[in-house]
């Protein structure tokens, strides 16, 4: 099963490193990790995504929470959340090709951010079924590049 783990940590050197190696020792793979300071300068917010079972994902959470550094730590997945996933592509364009991939862009609801001669890039912020859904559709088209940020989210609602 997929969870989407949100920590606030203190901001400062080593913290993704200790939780990186935390999950590890667990056996359990990072899907994606996403982590930047929040409204203050010294915590951070990390968006840990992980296929495991919830019993592993229970024993792993228990223990980062102990960390002296973890100020706080929920699944987001046991709860309504918000999450985006950010996107940049890069995709092969010809004479003939430029007005789909557009039309294409504009089903996303990506915005064009490049363009030259031989490609086009784009962006988009959205649920991650949704860019893996832009990711598909461009394939053919023959994608030269792409970028992915990994999921980010928040609990629904006034819970912080």
Not at 97 to 124: H, K, P, W
């Amino acid at each position: 099963m997929r969870h989407t783990i949100s920590v606030l940590v203190q901001n400062k050197p080593g913290v993704l490193a200790v939780l990186a190696a935390t999950f590890q020792h667990h056996g359990i793979n990072i899907r994606s990790i996403s982590c930047a300071e929040t409204e203050r300068e010294d915590v951070s917010r990390m968006i840990i995504c992980v296929e495991a079972r919830a019993e592993d994902v229970r024993a792993i959470t228990a223990e980062i929470v102990a960390l002296e550094f973890v100020l706080r730590m929920e699944d987001l997945s046991a709860q309504e959340m918000i999450d985006r996933e950010l996107v940049m592509i890069k995709v092969r364009i010809t004479p003939g090709t430029v007005s789909q991939i557009l039309q294409i862009f504009e089903v996303f609801r990506a915005g064009v951010i490049d363009m030259g001669n031989e490609t086009i890039s784009a962006e988009l912020s959205a649920p991650s079924g949704k860019v893996a859904g832009l990711i598909r559709t461009l394939a053919p088209h023959g994608i030269v590049s792409l970028s992915r940020t990994g999921l980010i989210a928040l609990s629904r609602g006034d819970a912080r």
